[in-house]
Structures are given as C-alpha cells and as structure tokens.
C-alpha cells in the first residue's frame, strides 16, 4: 500500500510541478491560479473520477478513452480561459483535439473487439494499483501536452513564422504515419489468413513500430512551434516530445511489446529475420 501511495504522490508532484512551470507568465483565472496549473487539477479530477465507477465494475474498457476525454477537457478549460487566441493557438488547439479524437476512438473500438486490455489483467482487482494506472494517465496528459498548453496559455502572442510552418509539417507528417500504421495493422488483424501472424507489410516492412514513430514526430512538431513562446520556467514544457519518447522507447511501449512478441514468434525463423533486419522505431527501406 504504501508503494503505491508513493506512486501516486509523486506522480501528482510531477504533473502538477510541469503545470506549475508552464503557467509562469501564461493567462491566469480569475482565482488567481495559473490556466496552465488549472490543467493540471482537471487532468486528475478526470481521471480520479473516472477511477470511481471503473474500479467498481472492474473495467478497463474506458481507459482509454478517458485518456482522451482528459485532453479534451484540458484543452477546452486552457482555451476558455486565456483571452483571445492567436492562430498558433487555435491550430494546436485543433491538432490536439483532432490527435485525440482519433487515438481515442480507434483503441476504445480495439478494446471492445479485444474484450480486454492485457496491462490491467493483474491491476483491475487491486484497487490502489488500479488508482496508480488512472494517476499515471493523468500525469501523462500534463506531460505530453505540455508544449501544446504553453502556446494556449502563452501571454506572448506571435506571427506563424519558421518554426510554426516547420512545426506544423513535422505534426502532419506524423499524424498521417501513426494513422497509416494503425489502419494497416487493423486490416491485417481483420484478415483470418493471417490469423497468430506479425505483420510485417506497408509501414510495418520500414518500422516494427511506425505507429510510435509517428507519434513522436507530431509531439514533437507541437514543441517546435512553441519555441518563440517560451521564456523562464515556461522551458520546462519541453519536456514533452522528451517524455513521450522515453515512455514509447524504454518504458510501456516499445519494450512490453517486442517481449509479447519475443514470446510469440521468438523461435519463428521469419521473425527473427524481420527482427533483424527492420529498424525498432525509425523507419528505413526494407533490407534484401
């Protein structure tokens, strides 16, 4: 108990201490308290609330999709109450809605076909640890929109120039790669002739995770367009192409699935030569 009570504290410190940097010199509510801080209350209030009715029934089929509520709502709160927006503002204001629209229907549409997220086989039962996975989504939130809050936020109001064309191309760019990559493997899962396979066609060939590719570069893009922006602790907001990458590359992403597959196809002669010859995350031309 009292590890994950840590867990969540700490967590919460986290999110909370990004919010905190990211609102100095940003909009302010009417209490006072920073716009960007403001986020970061609601980022758990969600999730935490969330928590309630998913720990009662034992469910993780609305993870997710709350995961994507919670931006929703951060978003809407950061835009309601920081004045008149600027361009900049509005269109990561739309890529973030339009990011996680997307993301959230197509894994609440994987979990109700799946009938279960495997993460949470061993947590759903343990009401702490379970509390500890909707803290950490919280945290997450705060996390990778950092960048995104800070242009929304931002008292500095600029022209688009260099870094939000660069920006937004580097966004789209990445959109597109991690909704090519989930449209290919869905069809391929679709498929029963290919039924205990690994996919291994389209963007698949170039990257056995292009979908976490594509993710990367469009938070990424975000961050980009923020630079003009930022000043002071309002730095901090950099953390989120940063995080993003660390959790997709060494925590949940890329290295729980690579052990999933390990297990499957580890002793299959055409995984291993797919392992071997495609890159884990940046795309390049298939070798042979």
């Known amino acids: 108990m009292a590890k994950q009570l840590s867990v969540i504290l700490v967590a919460t410190l986290v999110g909370l201490s990004i919010a905190w940097a990211g609102g100095q010199g940003g909009a302010a509510a009417s209490s006072g308290l920073s716009v960007f801080l403001l986020c970061g209350f609601v980022a758990y209030a969600v999730n935490w609330a ?22 929703l709502s951060v978003i809407a709160v950061a835009c309601l109450l920081s004045g008149k927006l ?24 994987r979990i109700s076909a ?15 640890r379970f509390l500890v996975a909707w803290t950490l989504q919280g945290t997450w939130v705060i996390l990778t929109a950092a960048s995104a809050l800070a242009i929304i936020i931002n008292e500095t109001r600029l022209p688009l120039g260099a ?5 937004i191309a580097i966004w789209a760019a990445g959109f597109a790669i991690e909704v090519i990559a989930d449209n290919q493997k869905s069809a391929f899962k679709k498929d029963p002739a290919n039924q205990g396979k690994f996919i291994d066609s389209g963007l698949w060939a170039w990257s056995r995770h292009p979908n976490y590719f594509g993710e990367i570069m469009l938070w990424t893009g975000i961050t980009i367009m923020s630079l003009p922006l ?17 959790l997709l590359t060494r925590v949940s992403g890329i290295p729980m699935l690579e052990a999933k597959a390990e297990t499957k196809w580890g002793d299959d002669a055409d995984y291993r030569r797919y392992r071997d010859n495609t890159p884990a995350l940046i795309p390049m031309p298939p070798k042979g």
Request: charge should be positive; hydrophobic fraction near 50%.
């Open 114 to 128: 799946d009938g279960k997220d495997d993460r949470f086989d061993k947590i759903k039962n343990a009401p702490l």
């Open 163 to 167: 870094f939000a064309y660069v920006g």
């Open 230 to 246: 930022l000043s002071g602790w309002q730095w901090a907001t950099l953390i989120s192409p940063i995080f993003v990458t660390f």
């Open 86 to 109: 600027d361009t900049r503002a509005l269109i990561v204001a739309a890529m973030v809605a339009v990011w996680a629209l997307r993301l959230g229907s197509f894994l609440f549409r």
């Open 50 to 71: 969330a928590f309630l009715p998913a720990n009662a029934l034992k469910t993780e089929k609305f993870y997710d999709l709350t995961g994507s509520l919670t931006y």
